[in-house]
């Protein structure tokens, strides 16, 4: 009998078979797909989802990367009749690998027949980010999923075979980890601010020190955002170097380099439509900083390698922890990029100056812990929680956050003590403060403490405090407007 082209498919992918067993336990994606922009879209979602994968564009290619790579889940693109027999082909050979199919449109026949041909899901339509990688993830742990999904990638139910699903998207909450605590008034107004320009186009740079929320702040004007339903892409621009940072930023062409085997899309093109978070730019490049200017200027940008534009529509924000127009004078940063950056510029400041934020920071935290480890939360006595509103943390909320669990998961105790602190702190109990005035405090923030404990010692009497601190009245309202001192 003359074997035809299919029948020697399904014996090449069964030749390159391995045992089963690796499929289940890896997390590894492998996408076949000839449609380019529906790559696109299909690297944006796995990359919001944090999910590995590989991208190939035929048959030939996947077979190749099955015989080298295990893989968890294959995601095959529907754009002809062709594709519907792949589905079924790598189903015979590999049934303990899970299939997803994706389409930009679906009829219920379509439907019928690739699922019918082993596919596990079929998506088809739009694919919102935020959902689609869920999906996937719960797959690739063996939870059970819907048999067909409709635009957006949303569960259809009980929907069957041959029922072609139509789910409407729901407006997005701003999620409940991205609530932030706040009683200082400095704070208040930055977050104010957030809030007011969530819904602009504008440009923002966040500034402050490590650790005080400024990627959160971020996260929280996106999801506040028209754009919320759209990726939301973090980049460390200080943990790549330059060659790297271009190629993850602008994408490349196949070949435009040594070990560029295949085309990449970049973070940038992943982020259209939605928002893309420039952490610690400080640190990039003048070289790069040329580059990225472009691409603000004029939203478009060519991939390393190529000679197509491609044009992008992203929101930019930025953050750093150095002050850029100090690093300008210094001729560290572009004064054109830091002017194109600063429209909207947030100021975040350090937890030393946010002390009173402390007992719900605590709180919160011991929450957090108790829910994700499922144990009983434990409590923190006054004394406790004074004495770490006396620490200087300049590590700031990150390092507090790490020190309430430290304290949680080592004490014997059900309530955690004073004087336990120094015990599990280690060294951040050396840096408990006996004056507040110590050598690292900036001149701004000297005078904003006692300026402060000055106007309480005089139940805020202007006429007291200026006479205890030798200046006249107008003075002092003019300090304290300049360094936000509430009175």
Not at 435 to 452: G, M
């Amino acid at each position: 009998m003359r074997m035809t082209s299919q029948d020697r498919s399904t014996e090449m992918l069964q030749q390159a078979e391995k045992p089963a067993e690796r499929f289940t336990k890896s997390r590894e994606i492998l996408v076949i797909n000839r449609d380019p922009e529906l790559r696109a879209v299909l690297t944006k979602a796995l990359y919001v989802a944090n999910l590995s994968s590989t991208t190939v564009s035929s048959e030939a290619e996947a077979l190749a990367c099955l015989r080298k790579n295990p893989y968890g889940l294959i995601i095959v693109g529907i754009d002809t009749p062709e594709s519907l027999g792949l589905v079924s082909r790598a189903h015979q050979a590999y049934p303990s690998c899970p299939i997803f199919a994706i389409a930009r449109t679906a009829t219920p026949e379509l439907v019928r027949d690739v699922l019918r041909a082993g596919a596990v899901d079929f998506v088809f339509g739009s694919v919102d980010s935020r959902v689609f990688g869920p999906r996937l993830c719960s797959v690739l742990e063996g939870r059970p999923e819907p048999s067909a999904s409709g635009p957006g990638g949303a569960p259809d139910g009980d929907a069957g075979p041959g029922t072609l699903v139509e789910v409407a998207g729901t407006e997005a909450a701003v999620p409940e980890d991205l609530k932030i605590i706040c009683r200082n008034r400095r704070m208040q107004r930055v977050l104010e601010i957030a809030e007011t320009i969530a819904g602009t186009e504008s440009t923002v740079l966040i500034q402050g020190e490590s650790g005080t929320g400024k990627e959160l702040i971020a996260k929280k004007i996106h999801y506040l955002s028209e754009r919320r339903k759209k990726p939301f892409v973090e980049v460390n621009c200080g943990a790549l170097p330059e060659s790297l940072l271009e190629s993850q930023l602008f994408g490349h062409e196949k070949g435009s380099f040594t070990g560029a085997v295949h085309r990449q899309v970049g973070l940038f093109e992943i982020a259209d439509q939605g928002t893309i978070f420039l952490d610690e730019i400080g640190e990039m490049s003048l070289d790069m900083q040329v580059k990225l200017l472009r691409v603000l200027q004029f939203r478009e940008f060519r991939r390393i390698g190529g000679s197509q534009v491609v044009k992008v529509d992203v929101r930019v924000i930025a953050a750093t922890n150095k002050d850029l127009k100090s690093e300008v004078e210094k001729k560290h940063f572009r004064p054109d990029l830091f002017y194109r950056l600063n429209v909207i510029a947030l100021e975040v400041p350090p937890l030393r100056e946010r002390l009173e934020e402390i007992p719900d920071l605590i709180e919160s935290f011991s929450e957090k812990i108790s829910r994700q480890r499922g144990t009983p939360r434990k409590m923190f006595t006054p004394e406790a929680i004074q004495r770490m509103q006396k620490y200087r943390w300049t590590g700031n909320v990150r390092e507090l956050e790490n020190a309430v669990e430290r304290l949680i998961l080592l004490s014997k105790q059900e309530v955690v003590a004073a004087e336990e602190l120094d015990e599990h702190l280690g060294q951040s109990a050396d840096l408990v403060m006996d004056s507040r005035f110590q050598p690292n405090l900036t001149l701004d923030e000297v005078k904003r403490i006692h300026i402060a404990n000055v106007l309480k010692e005089n139940s805020g009497n202007k006429m007291k405090t200026a006479r205890t601190l030798k200046i006249n009245v107008k003075t002092l309202y003019n300090l304290m407007k300049k360094l936000e001192i509430e009175g």
